[in-house]
């Protein structure tokens, strides 16, 4: 896949600077982008990260898992003013 990708995109660099929340869901049995690097990335987050894992699913299916809009909402009711 890095082959593909003409510009690296080096979040981990740019994260400890951020400091708005962040929702990191993760699908379980994702081989695009593995469970380990979003993690890393939250644990380096400069604001509040919060993961959620939904096991079974990969970086194309979790969308379509009722679970990940329930924690969209539910991230967004917490964040609202």
Known sequence: MEALLKHKFDSLSRAKS???PVKVIVAGDDIT???EHSEN???KWGGQADVSVI???DHNSVSSNDKYWKII???LTSIKE
């Open 18 to 20: 951020i400091t708005v």
């Open 33 to 35: 982008i593995p469970p």
């Open 41 to 43: 990335l939250a644990q």
């Open 55 to 57: 096991p079974g699913e």
């Open 73 to 75: 909402e539910g991230f």
